[in-house]
């Protein structure tokens, strides 16, 4: 009887440890507390569930928690979040990739002025435009013209785009086909479009009737496809006469432009003066994709030519 006794006395005792071994995890109650005052008297913000850690680390830990998770994370830089990186590495600039040295320098911005004064005419038709292949101009620029729009690389208007090169495209309906939208991708990122005939006709010696139909014609193919009337023309193999002039001013042009240098498959040649580029000359870049390399390659040769000579590259229509 006694030894049952004892073995009942021994468990309640263990009991009674081992229960207030469990409660020793909680909060201490206090007699006469109510469940709100027990939560309060965990510490400021228990009640909101905040992060003890975090408030005891002082002011602002709560954003430094997120440190860690930021260096990994792009998103903690500035525009990151768009898929920008803020500073290219060098071997990723546009003139690198396209094969110059230094970037093109900016064309300054020009005073607007006719290149040449138009011939005097009868008050009753507008006057004759004037004929140019160099712009009078004290900027050190000069203009890169492209004529026929045989070669239609895409990775051309990549290169428009990226160096932000300003070039002028005199386009023939007959040669352009069904390529017009490969010329509406370069006018997006800043070509400008102009007029060199509907079927790449030699107009000089030709009646006024068959030059106005070339030309006239060729005007209302790129309004139709760009809604633009061209100010600009370049006659085919530049060759013109008096009658061109005539029908190019009733067909609205302003200016009929030629060329000092012309960019062939491996240099520069010059038609008249001095061989070397001065600042205002209208540089055409040879079409013919079958010598040598193309439009891209050309362009890239003809870019290192210019940057060598101190000059950089203008747009043609800010100074016609």
């Not at 006469?32 to 400021?44: F, K, L």
């Not at 290149?115 to 004759?128: E, F, K, M, T, W």
């Not at 013209?145 to 990775?155: K, S």
């Not at 002039?245 to 491996?266: E, K, N």
Request: aromatic residues 4%; positive net charge; hydrophobic residues 35%.
């Amino acid at each position: 009887m006694r030894g049952r006794t004892a073995l009942l006395a021994s468990v309640t005792v263990l009991t009674a440890t081992l229960t207030g071994c469990a409660r020793s995890a909680d909060p201490v109650e206090h007699p006469g507390r109510t469940a709100t005052e027990r939560v309060r008297s965990a510490g400021p913000g228990a009640e909101r569930g905040a992060r003890p850690h975090a408030l005891a680390a002082g002011p602002g830990a709560e954003r430094g928690a997120r440190s860690h998770t930021s260096a990994a994370d792009p998103s903690a830089e500035p525009g990151a979040e768009r898929g920008v990186r803020p500073h290219a590495p060098a071997s990723e600039q546009p003139y690198r990739r396209w094969g110059l040295a230094a970037p093109l320098a900016p064309a300054p911005t020009p005073a607007r002025t006719a290149a040449a004064g138009p011939l005097a005419d009868s008050p009753a038709r507008p006057a004759l435009p004037p004929v140019v292949d160099r712009i009078p101009t004290r900027d050190e620029v000069v203009f890169l013209t492209y004529d026929d729009g045989a070669e239609r690389d895409p990775r051309f208007v990549t290169m428009v785009r990226e160096l932000r090169l300003p070039v002028s495209m005199f386009l023939t309906d007959s040669v352009v086909g069904p390529g017009y939208a490969h010329f509406a991708r370069l006018r997006s990122v800043g070509a400008g479009l102009q007029n060199h005939t509907l079927d790449h006709a030699a107009l000089r010696g030709l009646p006024y009737a068959g030059q106005r139909a070339e030309i006239c014609g060729q005007q209302d193919k790129l309004r139709a496809r760009f809604g633009l009337r061209p100010r600009l023309f370049r006659p085919p193999y530049g060759a013109y006469d008096t009658v061109t002039l005539r029908a190019a001013a009733d067909c609205g042009i302003t200016a009929v432009v030629l060329w000092r240098a012309s960019m062939g498959p491996t240099d520069l040649t010059y038609t008249h003066g001095s061989h070397r580029l001065r600042p205002g000359d209208v540089v055409a870049v040879d079409p013919d994709e079958t010598r040598g390399p193309g439009l891209r390659e050309r362009t890239t040769r003809l870019l290192r030519r210019i940057q060598e000579q101190g000059l950089t590259v203008g747009r043609l229509e800010d100074y016609l």
